[in-house]
């Protein structure tokens, strides 16, 4: 770069030799101790069967949003039809990603106007 011409009034001072320093440090390798895994016949009690539980257990149950459908088939109507709305002046306007725009806004639309 030294030798594109400085027109910019900002001094540059020339390029230091830089010594890079040769000597390696000692490999350290760290000391591992094998555990044997913990195995199990029932996979229900794995580690990871256990927090993917608790990850789903917050998760809405689909029963119960197709019971709530069920017994409010007005308020499903009115998500849908703004649902419908959002979608389509997300794509008019040329929105990246209309459908998770809509989505999102259906859902604060659920909780702003249609009480359970």
Do not use: C
């Not at 390029?15 to 044997?36: M, N």
């Not at 608790?54 to 197709?66: C, G």
């Amino acid at each position: 770069m030294r030798e594109i011409p400085n027109n910019t009034g900002v001094p540059f001072s020339p390029k230091a030799d830089l010594k890079t320093d040769t000597t390696k440090a000692p490999e350290v390798k760290a000391e591992t101790t094998e555990v044997a895994a913990k195995g199990t016949e029932d996979l229900s009690k794995s580690p990871s069967a256990i927090s993917g539980r608790s990850l789903v257990s917050s998760a809405d149950n689909l029963d119960n949003d197709v019971k709530l459908m069920l017994e409010n088939p007005k308020a499903v109507e009115q998500a849908n039809e703004f649902f419908d709305a959002a979608e389509a002046k997300y794509r008019a306007d040329g929105a990246e990603n209309p459908y998770e725009k809509a989505a999102a806004l259906t859902d604060a639309f659920k909780k702003e106007f249609i009480a359970k």
